[in-house]
């Protein structure tokens, strides 16, 4: 079975293409948000694994106005990536929905007064979301409080933004939430994502492979419980252990509690739960990268994840896999 480009699952550059008629390249985004297990909300010190510097790049710093950062990412996405032609303002920081709904709406707008930027997609954790908030989103999606906006894609018209809420989700158990100290639980990401497809809100989610207490068996047995989530897309990573956080502490005192892939072990891994996952999900990322200063080893070498693309191809042919070849 084929999708979109010749993959073996659905990719999420195939999304934008095929409804846009091209590529849209996210620049990323820090407009000084906090966490609730931060400030003391619901607790102190953030995800056990968390260190966000490790997760954004140079030109994307709180200090930087938002129209100079993405001035300065449009610049470097132009190098690095010649056929973006248009531009998603991606905030991603920390939990981007955690502010009055007026300061929110203030900042997405400003993001998409910029004359490159086509749409926003809005990193957040589900317990920083509610209807108000939502319907302030929603009235960003289908143009309502934005009278006049307008952008030429792929020769046709939008005369509202493309709008894309994602929630870091990180596992399905709570006692996994619970250890890596999220401050939610589970039902509480249901509900989130729920209220957000409710309203028509494009809605993705994070998950990590490989947290404390998880075993590969559990990991496949949560794709029945994402596949029952109206969600639109998934973004997977494998755990990395960075510098200076509590899961590095956490991992020298109990190694034996985590999961931890060889690079041909986690292709083969992200191709059982491809194939278990329903085939209309769009998978935008299947691993994630963070620069080797911020980690004491890196396992797979210095391989790029365009390359890991590839090598999945690869490997799913082989194996003569696809998404949803065993979804149920």
């Excluded at 200063?293 to 896999?321: C, H, I, Q, S, Y």
Aim: proline residues 5%.
């Amino acid at each position: 079975m084929e999708f979109a480009d010749g993959k073996r699952y659905r990719t999420f550059v195939g999304y934008y293409r095929e409804k846009y008629g091209e590529r849209l390249q996210k620049i990323v985004l820090d407009a000084g948000f906090t966490c609730p297990n931060r400030d003391g909300t619901v607790g102190r010190g953030g995800c056990t694994y968390c260190d966000n510097a490790a997760f954004h790049p140079g030109y994307s710093t709180p200090g930087k106005s938002l129209r100079q950062q993405m001035d300065e990412g449009i610049e470097f996405h132009r190098v690095r990536y010649r056929n973006s032609g248009h531009y998603l303002a991606y905030f991603q920081a920390y939990s981007n929905t955690y502010a009055p709904v007026e300061r929110l709406r203030a900042l997405y707008t400003e993001a998409l007064d910029h004359p490159e930027v086509v749409g926003i997609v809005i990193g957040t954790r589900p317990d920083c979301v509610d209807g108000e908030k939502l319907d302030m989103i929603a009235a960003l999606k289908d143009g309502s409080l934005l009278p006049g906006w307008r952008r030429v894609l792929g020769g046709n018209v939008l005369n509202a933004p493309v709008v894309t809420v994602e929630y870091g989700i990180e596992s399905c158990y709570d006692a996994t939430l619970g250890r890596i100290n999220r401050g939610h639980d589970f039902a509480c990401a249901k509900r989130a994502v729920e209220m957000t497809a409710e309203r028509e809100i494009g809605t993705g989610a994070h998950f990590i492979l490989g947290l404390p207490g998880e075993s590969r068996q559990m990991l496949l047995d949560q794709t029945a419980l994402i596949n029952a989530l109206p969600l639109n897309s998934v973004k997977f990573h494998q755990l990395q252990i960075i510098k200076g956080t509590a899961m590095e502490k956490e991992y020298s005192r109990r190694p034996e509690d985590f999961l931890r892939f060889g690079l041909e072990e986690y292709l083969d891994f992200i191709i059982d739960i491809l194939e278990r996952l329903r085939p209309d999900l769009y998978i935008e990322r299947i691993a994630g990268e963070v620069p080797p200063r911020f980690v004491n080893e890196t396992p797979w070498g210095l391989v790029r994840n365009f390359e890991l693309l590839r090598m999945l191809d690869r490997r799913m042919e082989e194996r003569d896999a696809w998404q949803g070849r065993l979804a149920r």
